[in-house]
């Protein structure tokens, strides 16, 4: 069955970068929408980004788009979510999610509902502090 994992995360200073990854294993990832979704301390689950399965098309949080890129190179059956001039309210652990049913992302803000993922990765924790 497949299985995704993430990793990358870890302690940055505001205003680094960081690159997480979302590798899958057991089956391929192409055929697949795969969004990430973060966690803070105390706060509901929230949608960060999509992406189609071709990589054609994405979507993103209004907050972050311009500081978040999601991309995905299939033939490594991996997705990865650059981010970049982090702040102190981006701490969070950080999902990635697979939806079963679709291979473009949902259209408007359907896309952030978790609901329709079917697979998950355990998470990474992404500390952004001075």
């Known amino acids: 069955q497949l299985q995704l994992v993430e990793s990358g995360g870890g302690l940055v200073q505001p205003g680094g970068s960081l690159r997480l990854s979302c590798a899958a294993s057991?089956?391929?990832?192409?055929?697949?929408?795969v969004a990430w979704f973060r966690q803070a301390p105390g706060k509901e689950l929230e949608g960060v980004s999509c992406?189609?399965?071709?990589?054609?098309?994405?979507k993103y949080d209004d907050s972050l788009k311009g500081r978040f890129t999601i991309s995905r190179d299939n033939a490594k059956n991996t997705v990865y979510l650059q981010m970049n001039s982090l702040k102190l309210e981006d701490t969070a652990v950080h999902y990635c999610?697979?939806?079963?049913?679709?291979?473009?992302?949902?259209?408007?803000?359907?896309?952030?509902?978790?609901?329709?993922?079917?697979?998950w990765g355990q998470g990474t924790q992404v500390t952004v502090s001075s």
């Open positions: 999610a697979l939806s079963t049913r679709r291979s473009v992302c949902a259209p408007n803000l359907t896309w952030a509902d978790q609901s329709i993922y079917g697979r």
């Open positions: 057991g089956s391929t990832l192409d055929a697949y929408a």
């Open positions: 992406i189609s399965s071709s990589g054609g098309s994405t």
